[in-house]
């Protein structure tokens, strides 16, 4: 289990289901941004950014613990998305996923495209892992 601490910084007001700031002492583990591809390289849920977002978070799981790390040890995600309206659903699998007493500090960004036209969501994660 890692040490994490979520001050609440002064004069901020709260997150609604994100935290502002994560702290922790141990190794730095980057996740490249996953979409909803599947083992195979194929594409999960065209035009369903629910399923996309099972396949994403899912895709996270795996690259975690890959490094030796859980949805525990997650101190920031970066949400990139092709229509900001999809937040509640990826929020939704999310919170399947983290602790949603302490989330993760978040970033959520709409953006004109992705590798792919098809898809719609685009994660990457940042964890502390203890030494």
Request: net charge negative; aromatic share 8%; with cysteine.
């Given at each position: ?9 002064e004069g901020v007001a709260p997150g609604n289901g994100y935290s502002h ?76 996923y983290v602790d949603t007493a302490n989330p993760p500090a978040s970033t959520?960004?709409q953006v004109v495209s992705l590798f792919s036209s098809a898809a719609l ?11």
């Open positions: 289990m890692t040490n994490l601490s979520y001050p609440q910084p700031v994560v702290t922790g002492p141990g190794r730095w583990v980057a996740i490249a941004g996953q979409v909803a591809l599947d083992g195979d390289g194929q594409l999960v849920g065209e035009d369903d950014p629910e399923a996309q977002a099972r396949q994403v978070f899912a895709n996270l799981e795996r690259c975690l613990a890959a490094a030796g790390a859980t949805f525990a040890d997650v101190v920031k995600l970066n949400v990139f998305v092709t229509d900001i309206a999809f937040l509640p659903v990826i929020r939704a699998v999310r919170d399947t959520a960004v969501i685009e994660i990457e994660a940042y964890a502390v892992v203890n030494s």
